[in-house]
C-alpha cells in the first residue's frame, strides 16, 4: 500500500518543530548557545532562498524563519477598503499590511475591520438614538445632533488596536483570526467626551463599570443574543480621550467602522470601543454582556507553559495595550539599487495608556542597535512617527528589527509568552532587506 504524504507549508513546520525546521530546509543545527551558526551548505541553501547572501548569519536565532518568507500575502480586497486583507467573511475582519500604514493618520479606507456579529444593513444617521441609563439620575435618549449641539465636540487623532493583533505568531497556534501586525490604525475621530455625556446624566456614587450595546446583530441570528457588549471601568471612560464619535477623518464613520455612532477608547482592545452604539448603560459591578467571559479579551494573571490549560478564575480582563512599534517603509522584502548602501526606515510607535519615549533598530539580528528618531504625538494617545537612517556593510540579506521602548522602561520583546487566546503580541517588528552591491 502506498503511504500517504501531507505537504506542510513553511510557518507550519516552524511551529511544530522550528529547529528540526532549520535542519531540513537548511541544514542547520542549533547549538546549545541557540545562537545557530550556519555553515556550508546550510549558509548557501538559505542564501539561496532569501536571494543574497546573509552578513550577520552568526548572530540569527536558531528556528528563526527568515522575514523574507515569513511574510503573508495572501487575501484579497474589499469594497471600500484600499489593499485589507481579509481573514474571516463571518463576521468580516480584514487587517492592512504594514507597508499601508505609513501615513500619520490613517486614511478611512486602510483602516482595519474588526466584527464580532453580522453588521447592520439599515443605517440612518438623521434618526440614530443613544440611550444613557442604568445608574444615573436622569436617564436620556440623544440624537447625533443632541450630541453635536449640547457638548463641546472635539478632534483627537487616536490609535485602535485589535486585542489579537499578532496571533499568527502564536505557537501552538491560539484560535481566532490570525492577524499579523495589521489590527492597528491612528485615524482622526470626532466627537463628545464620554465624560461629558455621563455626567450630564448624572453618575451615582456606586457606578463602577460602564456597559455598551450595538446595532450589530449576533452571527447566530438571534435578535436575543448581542454580538458583543463590552464596557470600561469609570476612570477610563472619564478620561477626556474616550470618546463618543460620529466622524472619521472628517467624515461620516465608515460602515464597516462603526457609522453612524461609536465609543472611540484609545490604548485598549477595539472591542471596548463599541461600534454602532445605542446604549450606554452604567452598573455598580463589572459588566458581564457578550465577549466580557472568562476566556474572552482576558490573558493569564501569571506566566503559563505554551498549550497548558489556564482555570478561568485565573483570567483577567485586558485593560491597557503594551508597548509596540510597527515598520511602514520600506515594504518588507526591499532591494536597494545598485550602489546604494544606506536607506532610511521609518514607522510608528505606540502604546496604550501610555507613551514610547525611545526607539531602536537593528541590522544585524540585535548583536547592536541604532537609536532611531521618534516625534512627539499630536495629542496623547496618538502614535508616534519614528525613523532611522541605516548603513549596510556589504551586500547581501539583511533584516531590520524594530524596538520601542515606553515611558516605564518597558520595551518590545524579540518573543511574547504564550497565551490561550493569543492576545497582546507586541513582539518586535521585522522587515527583510536586500543590498545588491
Given amino acids: 500500500m502506498r503511504r500517504q504524504t501531507r505537504e506542510r507549508g513553511l510557518c507550519e513546520l516552524y511551529q511544530q518543530d522550528p529547529e528540526g525546521a532549520d535542519e531540513l530546509i537548511f541544514g542547520r543545527k542549533a547549538h ?36 523574507a518568507l515569513a511574510e503573508d500575502t495572501a487575501g484579497f480586497t474589499i469594497a ?18 504594514a ?10 479606507a486602510r483602516h482595519f475591520v474588526r466584527n464580532n456579529g453580522i453588521a447592520p444593513t439599515k443605517i440612518d444617521a438623521d434618526g440614530w438614538t443613544l440611550k444613557i441609563d442604568g445608574l444615573v439620575n436622569q436617564p436620556m435618549e440623544l440624537s ?17 488596536e485589535c486585542g489579537g493583533n499578532g496571533r499568527a505568531a502564536f505557537n501552538p497556534p491560539a484560535s481566532g483570526n490570525q492577524w499579523t501586525v495589521g489590527a492597528i490604525a491612528n485615524s482622526e475621530w470626532t466627537g463628545v467626551r464620554l465624560r461629558d455625556v455621563l455626567n450630564a446624566a448624572g453618575v451615582r456614587p456606586e457606578v463602577i463599570y460602564t456597559a455598551h450595546y450595538g446595532a450589530d446583530q449576533h452571527l447566530s441570528g438571534d435578535p436575543a443574543k448581542d454580538a458583543v457588549s463590552r464596557g470600561m471601568p469609570m476612570w477610563k471612560a472619564m478620561d477626556p480621550h474616550t470618546l463618543i464619535a460620529f466622524e472619521q477623518n472628517g467624515q461620516p464613520i465608515h460602515r464597516m467602522n462603526g457609522a453612524p455612532l461609536r465609543i472611540v477608547a484609545p490604548g485598549w482592545p477595539g472591542s471596548t470601543s463599541q461600534k454602532w452604539l445605542t446604549r450606554i448603560q452604567l452598573r455598580d459591578v463589572v459588566h458581564d454582556g457578550q465577549k466580557m467571559g472568562p476566556t474572552s479579551y482576558r490573558t493569564p494573571r501569571y506566566p503559563v507553559a505554551p498549550g497548558e490549560k ?35 526606515v521609518r514607522g510608528h510607535a505606540w502604546a496604550g495608556d501610555e507613551h514610547v519615549t525611545e526607539m531602536h533598530v537593528t541590522t544585524d539580528f540585535g548583536a547592536t542597535w541604532q537609536k532611531a528618531e521618534l516625534e512627539s504625538p499630536p495629542n496623547r494617545y496618538s502614535w508616534q512617527r519614528w525613523r532611522a537612517h541605516l548603513r549596510f556593510p556589504a551586500k547581501g540579506y539583511y533584516e531590520i528589527w524594530a524596538r520601542a521602548t515606553d515611558n516605564k522602561g518597558r520595551m518590545q520583546p524579540f518573543t511574547v509568552a504564550w497565551n490561550p487566546k493569543g492576545y497582546l503580541n507586541n513582539a518586535m517588528h521585522r522587515i527583510a532587506v536586500r543590498v545588491k552591491v
Fill in 32 to 67: 546549545a548557545d541557540r545562537r545557530g551558526f550556519l555553515r556550508g551548505a546550510g549558509l548557501a541553501a538559505m542564501g539561496a532562498v532569501v536571494g543574497a547572501s546573509i552578513p550577520f548569519h552568526r548572530n540569527m536565532p536558531a528556528g528563526l524563519i527568515p522575514a
Fill in 144 to 160: 447625533i445632533a443632541d450630541l453635536r449641539e449640547r457638548f463641546e465636540v472635539v478632534r483627537y487623532a487616536l490609535q485602535l
Fill in 310 to 344: 489556564v482555570p478561568h478564575e485565573a483570567m483577567q480582563i485586558i485593560e491597557s495595550m503594551p508597548v509596540k512599534s510597527l515598520i511602514t517603509y520600506p515594504r518588507s522584502g526591499h532591494t536597494l539599487p545598485v550602489d546604494h548602501r544606506s536607506l532610511e
Fill in 80 to 97: 471600500g477598503k484600499d489593499g485589507l486583507r481579509v481573514l474571516n467573511d463571518r463576521p468580516l475582519n480584514a487587517e492592512t499590511p
Fill in 99 to 108: 507597508y499601508l500604514l505609513d501615513d500619520d493618520i490613517t486614511p478611512t
